[in-house]
T-cell receptor
Framework: EAGVTQFPSHSVIEKGQTVTLRCDPI?????LYWYRRVMGKEIKFLLH????????ESGMPNNRFLAERTGGTYSTLKVQPAELEDSGVYFC?????????????FGEGSRLTVL | GENVEQHPSTLSVQEGDSAVIKCTYS??????FPWYKQELGKRPQLIID?????GEKKDQRIAVTLNKTAKHFSLHITETQPEDSAVYFC??????????????FGTGTQLKVEL
């Protein structure tokens, strides 16, 4: 069974440009999460989808970030316009809907470098 | 909100020695504490977890202990091997009511096992 897949694995853009990251969760996982790790710091929560609905977007840094999950399958995270401080590794994770929360499965991440 | 502190940030041990990584959390409502291992260039993977109703859990060479009163938990790796070299993240999560699988992570520990 395929794990969580993310694309691209690495993106280098200039300040002011736009980047769109994509995440395909494990099939059947209703819960999808975006996290980000800035160099040397913690992996920080950005937002949580349950199917196509945003359950919690309290971690989104500002309105330059837009996440979507149309149809409740794959998700995209768009950064527009990108700033230097947006550089980092963006992780997507998914989990089943379970009473005990279930295990969180991560993708390999999309490394974003803003120059 | 929850805050998780993790120490040390780097740890170097000789092969065969033990390694201990410590984390503290701030939210007394947290009741689930997973540990993730991230090898270079790969995805974070769950290696062990503990819930607040137990004080210790062991799986072969790895063990986790939890002290709810002091709000700290630790990862213990015995008989370390070169393949244990990776970044280890601790995390904490509140009860599932409305929170989904939203984890708060520590800043990570780079473990290096030297031959």
């Amino acid at each position: 069974e395929a794990g969580v897949t993310q694309f691209p694995s690495h993106s280098v853009i200039e300040k002011g440009q736009t980047v769109t990251l994509r995440c395909d969760p494990i099939s059947g996982h209703d819960n999808l999460y975006w996290y980000r790790r800035v160099m040397g710091k913690e992996i920080k929560f950005l937002l949580h989808f349950v199917k196509e609905s945003k359950q919690d977007e309290s971690g989104m840094p500002n309105n330059r970030f837009l996440a979507e999950r149309t149809g409740g399958t794959y998700s995209t995270l768009k950064v527009q316009p990108a700033e230097l401080e947006d550089s980092g590794v963006y992780f997507c994770a998914s989990s089943q809907e379970r009473l005990d929360g279930g295990e969180l499965f991560f993708g390999e991440g999309s490394r974003l470098t803003v120059l | 909100g929850e805050n998780v502190e993790q120490h040390p940030s780097t740890l170097s041990v000789q092969e065969g020695d033990s390694a201990v990584i410590k984390c503290t959390y701030s939210d007394s409502a947290s009741n689930y504490f997973p540990w993730y291992k991230q090898e270079l260039g790969k995805r974070p993977q769950l290696i062990i977890d503990i819930r607040s109703n137990v004080g210790e859990k062991k799986d072969q060479r790895i063990a986790v202990t939890l002290n709810k009163t002091a709000k700290h938990f630790s990862l213990h790796i015995t008989e370390t091997q070169p393949e244990d070299s990776a970044v280890y993240f601790c995390a904490a999560r509140r009860g599932l009511t409305g929170g989904g699988n939203k984890l708060t992570f520590g800043t990570g520990t780079q473990l290096k096992v030297e031959l």
